[in-house]
């Protein structure tokens, strides 16, 4: 069904109409009681929607169609295994991988908890052996450096996640993250690290990512021109081989692996029912764990499971990610705002927007029901972001005084991991600042009263009080937490990733395939052996010849 037929969207959009023109600042000014109501903690996250332009009824209305859309059922046909990605005809089970239960979690009859525990447990003994130095590089000494070949959500996860956690980061142990097929990526990461103590993940569910592959293949050329191929090592037996010492693979598909050359004891597999782009808490997690160390690494699985828990257990008017979510479609679907910022008052969550960017869009960026008809409301957002205070000095202007609406979630932590003198104060005063402004706004009457006190009059007053007047009434939510701790991490991700989830549910789409992707693989690979000589390119539109032809004029 289409969420635009429930009953709760026709009284949604009647609601609209009155909420519409009601004013933040003054919806603060007549109920002191707003933060109260309209903020929940959940583990370590206090999370603040009453800077969004909502009443009770508001509120009240959504959890009524998260209700009618049957969201608490769905939830449980997630987490107990159904096959919901009906496109692939696979379960969606990123949760199984960070429960710490006992009960069995069953996938076509078979409990997927052991083989989860099995890989956790292989991946604990190789990244305290790499860790504690036991692990070593073919000519026998320690690893220095992990570079991470991997592309979207096998990069983007780790990468995100091994930044934010640096504090936690292993002292000997830098770790790299090469995911665009663009030479320079490999190249520039390569340059300066030594192959005889550099460890290589090829991080792929499918093992056959262009990107990745191709990656791969030149990494392992650049190994084996420095310490030598098989052939000259059997010859050399104190020198261990160096594809087994320097490579390892995360992936699901063994024979391909296998085919590149690692062997199975190498691997660290994952199964079908975990999506791309949900992929970090399984073995694509493990650049984080050689980082962190599995103790912080169950850390963070474990914040991640407090979440899990909440979505399942809590009420539908104090479950935030039901919240999160609900808040988004209000907007996106009823003020038909078309894009949401994500600013992270905390430099370490540096490439937490970019994450979500391929975490949210990839996955409800969708136009047809999970029937296969055009879905009649708005879907996913366009998500981008960036740390602040960086963006106040970027975009900001744009978020105060433009033309659009941008929804915007602020997070910031309580404590730094590296207090230096008082900028982590500065810092979290302009994260208050920036929601109040852009909750409250710059009348034009204060504005012109403030300018006629400093002697401005006429057509300047008038011009100056217009460019100085801030709308205010932009919503936003805020995150706070008190530090940025494994487990913090693990909960913010969740909370995010059920976000989606529960959007895909009321737009009735599947939020787990991602064929919109396909496409663009398909012609680039019937391209790329057309690039080969200097005929003229003819297959194509114009456009697409001209480009072609263009490019082997100017190579
Ligand atoms: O092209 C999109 C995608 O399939 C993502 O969903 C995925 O995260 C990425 O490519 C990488 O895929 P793989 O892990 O199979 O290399």
């Not at 935030?320 to 907007?331: D, K, N, R, S, T």
Request: charge should be negative.
């Amino acid at each position: 069904m289409n969420p635009t037929e429930l009953p709760a969207w026709a009284a949604l959009r009647d609601h609209h109409r009155e909420i519409a023109p009601l004013h933040l600042r003054d919806l603060f000014d007549a109920d002191p009681g707003r933060f109260e109501r309209f903020h929940a903690v959940v583990g370590d996250v206090l999370f603040d929607y009453s800077k969004h332009r909502v009443t009770d009824e508001t509120i009240a209305l959504l959890v009524g169609l998260a209700r009618q859309a049957e969201v608490p059922a769905r939830v449980e046909r997630m987490f107990t295994g159904e096959k919901i990605n009906r496109t692939e005809d696979r379960a969606v089970l990123h949760t199984a991988l960070r429960y710490q239960g006992d009960e069995p979690i069953r996938v076509d009859g078979h409990d997927v908890m052991p083989d989860v525990r099995a890989v956790l447990a292989r991946m604990r003994a190789f990244a305290e052996r790499v860790r504690d130095g036991e692990h070593r590089g073919a000519t026998g000494r320690e690893i220095t450096d992990v570079v991470n070949i991997g592309i979207g959500g096998s990069d983007l996860g780790p990468k995100m996640v091994t930044t934010a956690l640096a504090p936690y980061g292993h002292e000997r142990l830098r770790v790299h993250f090469v995911s665009n097929v663009d030479p320079s990526d490999l190249a520039r990461t390569l340059a300066p690290l030594d192959p005889a103590t550099t460890l290589f993940l090829v991080a792929s569910k499918t093992f056959t990512t262009q990107e990745t592959m191709a990656n791969a293949q030149q990494a392992r050329a650049w190994l084996l021109r420095a310490l030598g191929d098989e052939a000259t090592l059997a010859q050399t037996p104190v020198v261990r081989s160096p594809v087994r010492q320097h490579f390892a693979a995360l992936s699901t598909n063994l024979e391909a692996v296998e085919s590149f050359g690692i062997d199975a004891e190498r691997m660290f597999p994952f199964w079908d029912w975990v999506g791309g782009r949900y992929s970090l808490w399984s073995a694509i997690g493990l650049p984080i764990m050689l980082s962190i160390g599995p103790a912080r690494f169950d850390e963070l699985l474990r914040g991640a499971y407090e979440i899990d828990v909440h979505l399942r257990t809590a009420p539908l008017e104090r479950n935030v990610p039901v919240l999160m979510a609900l808040l988004g479609i209000w907007y996106l679907d009823f003020f038909d705002v078309e894009t949401h910022a994500i600013l992270p008052y905390d430099q370490l969550l540096l490439h937490f927007a970019s994450y979500f960017q391929q975490g949210d869009m990839e996955s409800n960026g969708k136009s047809v029901t999970q029937e296969g008809r055009p879905v009649a409301a708005g879907t996913g957002p366009i998500v981008w972001g960036q740390p602040g205070t960086n963006g106040q000095h970027a975009f900001y202007q744009l978020l105060h005084q433009g033309t659009r609406l941008v929804p915007c979630d602020f997070l910031a932590a309580a404590r730094s991991h590296h207090p230096l003198g008082d900028q982590h104060e500065i810092l979290l005063s302009n994260f208050f600042a920036q929601t109040e402004a852009l909750m409250r706004g710059r009348r034009a009457d204060e504005v012109r009263a403030e300018l006629a006190a400093d002697g401005v009059s006429g057509e300047r007053l008038e011009l100056l009080t217009a460019a100085r007047t801030f709308p205010g009434n932009r919503p936003t939510s805020s995150f706070l937490y008190p530090r940025l701790t494994p487990a913090v991490l693990g909960s913010l991700i969740a909370l995010y990733e059920h976000k989606i989830f529960v959007q895909g549910v009321i737009w009735n789409v599947n939020s787990f395939d991602q064929w919109g992707v396909e496409l663009g693989k398909v012609l680039a690979k019937a391209i790329l052996p057309e690039l080969a000589g200097d005929a003229p390119a003819s297959g194509h539109d114009a456009s697409t010849n001209g480009l072609i032809d263009a490019y082997k004029r100017m190579r």
